[in-house]
């Protein structure tokens, strides 16, 4: 079963940065990659995907802001959130194969006021 592990979180000001990693136990070179969240009492939600050819998409509330990016050789992938914002606040995971495929265990993002 394919592991993926996120790292990176933690607690940041209103207009600071993070940036999240999350290694995965297989290829990802040929895998579309993705990034979705979940506040308290909300969905699960897009931030971003990348495809093996490198496409991204984005949620509308985190375009300009934030920046998936993949390295195959280490089977990583990225996501460095900058200018961020107390909505932002939420469980951070990573997935792969789409949404109906491998999941990490979260990892929390909180923004302060």
């Known amino acids: 079963q394919v592991q993926l592990v996120e790292s990176g979180g933690g607690l940041v000001q209103s207009g600071g940065s993070l940036r999240l990693s999350c290694a995965v136990s297989?290829?990802?070179?040929?895998?579309?990659m993705g990034w979705y969240r979940q506040a308290p009492g909300k969905q699960r939600e897009l931030v971003a995907t990348?495809?093996?050819?490198?496409?991204?998409n984005y949620g509308d509330s985190v375009k300009g802001r934030f920046t998936i990016s993949r390295d195959n050789a280490k089977n990583t992938v990225y996501l460095q959130m900058n200018n961020l914002r107390p909505d932002d606040t939420a469980v951070y995971y990573c997935?792969?194969?789409?949404?109906?495929?491998?999941w990490g265990q979260g990892t929390q993002v909180t923004v302060s006021s």
């Open positions: 997935n792969a194969r789409g949404t109906a495929g491998d």
């Open positions: 297989a290829s990802i070179r040929f895998v579309v």
């Open positions: 990348m495809t093996a050819g490198g496409i991204t």
